[in-house]
Every structure is written in structure tokens, then in C-alpha cells.
């Protein structure tokens, strides 16, 4: 059985006029105003807006594996580049 979508609390600050009558709107319709919310908010960023996933390929290339692995650098090394000091300096 697939699990219901984690909800999140949030908090917005609404012209006054636009809550009452949304509240109005839900009462109307026998409805929380977090539903008609949510449903608003599901018709104006549909799921297909959603960032594309990347595709990895199986077999990754030896420098593009090297580049997800931490490296102890060299005192020489660090001496030689300005920015690889700076960064590990931090």
C-alpha cells in the first residue's frame, strides 16, 4: 500500500480580503482551506514541472568516478594553488 505524501506546515501572509473570502469559499463548499489551497496550488505547478531526473550511465568514466571521492592533497600541492589553499583553509 503506498504511503500518503508528507505533508509540511507552512505559514503565508495573505491580504486580508483574499482570506475571507477563500475561507468564505471553503464554508461554501464543505471544505478545509488547506484543501482548496492545496488543490489551487496542484493546478498551477503540475507534477511534469518537476526537475528532470539525470540518467547516470553504468559505466562512469575513471575521472568523472575520481572527481566523487575525497583526495588528501599533497603539502606540495596545496603550496602550488592559491585556491586549493584558500578552500582547504576553510
Known sequence: MPSAPRKIQTAFRLDEG????AKLRAKR???????MVEEALEKMCP????WPKIKI????SPEIR???FPRD????E???????AYILSK
Open 66 to 68: 575520481a572527481l566523487a
Open 47 to 50: 507534477a511534469e514541472l518537476e
Open 73 to 76: 592533497f599533497t603539502p606540495e
Open 57 to 60: 550511465p553504468k559505466e562512469v
Open 29 to 35: 463548499e464543505k471544505r478545509s482551506l488547506n484543501s
Open 78 to 84: 596545496i603550496a602550488e594553488d592559491e585556491r586549493l
Open 18 to 21: 483574499l482570506l475571507r473570502r
